[in-house]
C-alpha cells in the first residue's frame, strides 16, 4: 500500500475539521437572540446557545439579557428565575388562586445580567380574560443559563430551584426497559405525532389543586384527570413493538417530563391524594429514573420512604382502624363504613393518607373513577415494565387488579366517557397483564 501524500492527508484532515464544524454548528452557534414557543429572548452581543434533547434553548452565560417578548404588560406574560414551589407567581395578576407577586417579574428588570446557572421561565398570557377552571396562559417556554456548555444531547435540567446539574443524556437511554408489544385497537398509529403532544414543558409549581392554574393551556391540560390521561397514554405507547428510531422523541419528552418532576420531588414536593388532581406524575419521574439509571431520581419512587404521590396516598389494605373510624360525608355523598370481612380487602379514598374518615367502601364513592380511570394506564405500564418493586405500594397494584375486574364490566361498571378505562388501556390490559 502507498503511503499517503502529505497534501492528500492535509486535505482529508481539512475535510474531516470542516465536517466537524458543521456538525459542531448544529448543536452550538452564537446568536444574539434565540425563540421557543412564541418567546424571543435577545441577548445585547452573541452568544454562544444550543439546544438540549428535547428541543429547549440552552445559552452560555454570564448573559445579559436585553428584551423578552412577547413583553409584559399590564402584569401579564411574566418571566420567573428559578421558581420556587408552592409560592407565590409573577406570570399573571389573573391567575386564579394565586398572589401575583409582581417584584419576581423579572422581565421588568431588563436588561437583566444572569450570572449563574439558572432557568428563565417566560409566559405568554391568553388574551382573554379566563373564568371559573380556565388557564390564564397560554404558554411557558424556558431559557436556560448554564456556565460550561453542556455534551450535545443533554437533558435540561429540572426548572424548579437552583440546582441546574444535568441529570443525563439521550445516548444514555436505555431502550432495553420498554417493551415490544404488538399494537391493540386503539394504540396510536404514529409516535413521532403523539411526541408532539409532549414538546412543552410540563409546569409543576403549585402541587396542590390550585395548580391547575398554572398549567399553560398549549403546555398540558389543566387538571389532573386529563393530564394523567394523557402521559398514561404516552407511557403505554412507548411499550409497542415501533423501531426505537420512532420512539424516540417521545421517550425524550417524557422522561424529560420525569426529569422536571424529580426537580420538584427533590425539593420536598408532595402531589398529595386530592380527588382527580395529582395523578399522573409519578410514573413518568419512574420511567426517567429507569432510561438514564439515576438511582437519585428512583429513589423517590420508593412510596415506603417517600409517600409523596396521589397514587399510594389513595390506595390501602383496609385494616382495623378503617372498620373503626366512622366515615365522614363528602358534599353530601355517602359513604359506607368497612365491615370486618373487608379486612386485607385493597382500597381507594379519596384522601386517605391525611383523611381517612373520607374514605368509602361502596364502589360509587366521590371521585373513584375520576381518579381510577388514568391512574390504571400507570399502573398498567409499571406492569409491563417490571417495576413493581422499585414502586414499592403493593397496595395499588392490588387495587388495581380489582378496580379492572369491576371497570371493565359494561353491567356494573360506573365510571364513563373520561371516567372510563380508555379503549388503548382496556386492550392492552386484556391482551398482556
Known sequence: MQPVKRPVLKSLLSCLLFVASIQASLFAEMASSVKRFGVTWTFDKAYEVGTFANGDWWVLGPVTITEISPASVD??????????????????????RNSFDAEANVATQLPLTVDKPASILSAISLEADTTKDNPQLDTIAILTVLMEKPAEGSFRPPYQGDDKTILGNKADLNYEILRKLEPVEGAPEDLVALAEKFDRPYIELKLGWTGRYTHPKSNQPAYGRELAHRLGYGLLALQLDVPDEQKEALFINLVQIGIDIYGAARLGGKWNADGGHNQGRKMPMLLAGLALNNQEILKYANAEEFMI?????????????????????????????????????????IRNYHEPDRSGSNWGAYYRTVSGAPTITHVLVAHLMGVEEIWNHPPLFDYYDRYFEVESEPEVRKGKGTNGIQTFTLNMWNAYR
Not at 402584569?75 to 395578576?93: E, H, T, V, W, Y
Open 309 to 349: 404521590f396521589q397514587e399510594d396516598q389513595q390506595t390501602f389494605y383496609v385494616e382495623q382502624k378503617h372498620i373503626d373510624t366512622p366515615r365522614r360525608e363528602i358534599r353530601g355523598r355517602p359513604l359506607h363504613a368497612y365491615t370486618p370481612d373487608m379486612l386485607g380487602k385493597p382500597e381507594w379514598g
Open 75 to 96: 402584569d401579564k406574560n411574566g418571566n420567573m428565575i428559578n421558581p420556587p414551589l408552592n409560592k407565590n407567581l409573577s406570570f399573571d395578576r389573573r391567575m386564579q
